[in-house]
């Protein structure tokens, strides 16, 4: 029998370590993002890194209107660090 959605175990067994020691699920998903954006980069994937662009704006546009004081650009910007 799986437990429900909300339980501990369900938690523990389903995140990432890193995950856990974050401090929201935005930075997580930036995260995320940022690592596929550089992967896309790495092999000169310009199209897949625009796409993942805009998938992150479409979070963006989510987030801000889900959570008050977000910080939208803040958040496309680090998608994009470290980019040479």
């Known amino acids: 029998m799986n437990p429900p959605v909300a339980t501990p175990e369900l938690i ?14 935005e930075q997580f998903i930036a995260r995320v993002l940022r690592r596929a954006h550089q992967a896309a980069l790495a092999v000169a994937a310009p199209d897949e890194a625009r796409a993942i662009l805009d998938l992150a704006q479409s979070f963006a546009d989510e987030l801000a209107t889900a959570l008050a004081g977000f910080d939208r650009v803040a958040f496309v910007a680090a998608i994009t660090e470290d980019v040479a």
Not at 14 to 23: G, H
């Open 12 to 25: 523990d067994r389903s995140i990432a370590p890193d995950l856990v020691a974050m401090d929201t699920v």
